[in-house]
């Protein structure tokens, strides 16, 4: 069953999108976990700051490109 006022076909993509989402944000902080726990500081730094980078210049690149 849908939310109140959402169309019925954007509901499930929704849903989906939400729990991809979470799985990969699980996962790369399962394997940021990993590495600091391995006392490998410098790679999780490396690990953990290159996605956050990288994921603000997506961001960045996609405001220009669609938001332009």
Request: with cysteine; hydrophobic share 55%; glycine share 10%.
């Given at each position: ?9 954007l ?6 999108g ?6 990969t944000?699980?996962t ?28 603000l ?12």
């Amino acid at each position: 069953q849908s939310a109140p006022g959402l169309n019925q076909n954007l509901y499930p993509a929704l849903a989906i999108g939400m729990l991809g989402a979470y799985t990969t944000f699980s996962t790369f902080t399962l394997e940021a976990l990993d590495l600091l726990q391995e006392r490998r500081l410098a790679a999780a730094a490396a690990y953990v700051g290159g996605n956050v980078c990288l994921g603000l210049l997506a961001v960045a690149a996609g405001k220009m490109v669609f938001l332009a």
